[in-house]
């Protein structure tokens, strides 16, 4: 099944490109890790083949934005139980705020979605469990001139993939192969699991 390195990149890439594309498959909600070993779920939103860059989009307010930008140091883990297919990847994060690829996600996003971006920063603390949305828009959509205000909290966070760690689980054996970013290129290698 996966006997080369191109049969595995090729895997790889697939299932980031599905991951970013399709919110129903296992990858599309990797755990995303910072440089102060913080790990978190996050959505992934696009995987760029030719820039190698995973997209995914964040509160500007995040106590996770001040580390990425002390420490762009990132990795994500990706895990298929079905597949039995695990990637860990490894790259340097960078939070855009007022990037074109920001306006552009902010475009594409729904009121409802824009929503979440209205309310406390992530982390503030609450006497009450509390969603965090200003109470008007508990389950409310709000109109196009409502959201306005949360666009300053909406930032896109990339992440510039330079390595990446793929296993496969077989009851036969297990098979790992790992790749590391040259320039524009990626140089494979088998290694034992």
């Not at 910072?34 to 779920?41: E, Y």
């Not at 979605?113 to 965090?132: I, N, Q, V």
């Amino acid at each position: 099944m996966f006997e080369n390195l191109d049969t595995v990149r090729e895997d790889m890439m697939n299932r980031l490109i599905r991951a970013g594309n399709d919110r129903k498959v296992p990858m599309h909600a990797p755990t995303v890790v910072t440089a102060d070993v913080d790990a978190r779920v996050m959505v992934l939103r696009e995987f760029d083949t030719s820039a190698f860059t995973l997209r995914f989009h964040t509160d500007t307010r995040a106590p996770k934005v001040a580390v990425i930008d002390a420490d762009p140091r990132m990795a994500v883990l990706f895990y298929d139980k079905a597949a039995k297919v695990q990637i860990r990847a490894r790259g340097q994060g960078k939070v855009l705020r007022d990037a074109p690829v920001t306006q552009a996600a902010w475009d594409a996003s729904n009121n409802f979605a824009r929503r979440c971006y209205l309310g406390d920063g992530p982390g503030t603390a609450s006497d009450t469990p509390t969603s965090g949305l200003p109470p008007q828009f508990e389950g409310v959509e709000p109109t196009d001139e409502e959201v306005i205000a949360g666009r300053p909290n909406f930032s896109v966070l990339l992440i510039t993939l330079e390595e990446l760690d793929w296993f496969y689980l077989a009851h036969t054996g297990h098979i790992r192969a790992q790749f590391t970013r040259e320039g524009d290129d990626w140089s494979g290698r088998w290694v034992s699991p």
